[in-house]
C-alpha cells in the first residue's frame, strides 16, 4: 500500500473535496494546486498520475489534526466538525439533484406566457442564405486527405 492509496482512502473515508483538501494543507503552510491533488487520485495507469510523497502525506496527517482537533487556543470536537462535512457532502448532492431535475420550459409555454405583452422579444431561428459568390450551391468541405503518394520507404527517382 503506497501513499496514494493512503490518502485515496482517507479522502473518501473523511468526504473531503480538492478544495477541502487544499484548504487543510493551507493549515500548516502547505501550498497546494487543487489539480496536482487531483494528479494524486488518478489510477496508475493514467499519463498525468503523479506519486504521492512523504512530505503531502505528512503535511495532509498534520493539518488534519488542526482541521479535526482545532488547536490548543481554540479546541474544537471532531464529531461536529465530521458532521459539518457530511451535512455539506449532502447539501451539494441535493442541489445538484434539484438541477438534474429541473427541465427547461416547452417552447409553446413560452409563447403563451408572453402572448399580448408590449416588447414581445420572440427570436426566429436564422437562416444561412448562399452566397453569391459560390452560387446557389453549398460550400462542400474540403478532403482530409488530399492525393498521396506512397513509397513505402523506397526512394525512387524519375
Do not use: W
Amino acid at each position: 500500500m503506497n501513499n496514494n492509496d493512503i490518502f485515496k482512502k482517507l479522502r473518501v473515508a473523511l468526504q473531503l473535496r480538492d478544495d477541502q483538501i487544499v484548504d487543510i494543507l493551507q493549515l500548516v503552510d502547505f501550498r497546494i494546486s487543487k489539480s496536482e491533488i487531483g494528479a494524486f487520485f488518478r489510477n496508475a495507469d493514467h499519463p498525468k498520475y503523479m506519486e504521492c510523497g512523504d512530505q503531502v502525506l505528512r503535511n495532509f496527517l498534520d493539518g488534519l489534526v488542526i482541521h479535526l482537533r482545532g488547536t490548543k487556543d481554540n479546541p474544537k470536537n471532531p464529531n461536529e466538525v465530521l458532521e459539518q462535512n457530511k451535512a455539506a457532502v449532502k447539501d451539494n448532492t441535493a442541489s445538484k439533484e434539484k438541477l438534474i431535475i429541473k427541465k427547461p420550459a416547452k417552447q409553446t409555454d413560452l409563447k403563451s406566457t408572453t402572448a399580448g405583452k408590449a416588447g414581445d422579444n420572440t427570436k426566429k431561428p436564422v437562416v444561412k442564405k448562399p452566397s453569391k459568390i459560390t452560387g446557389d450551391s453549398p460550400k462542400k468541405p474540403a478532403p482530409v486527405m488530399e492525393k498521396v503518394k506512397f513509397n513505402n520507404g523506397k526512394n525512387k527517382k524519375s
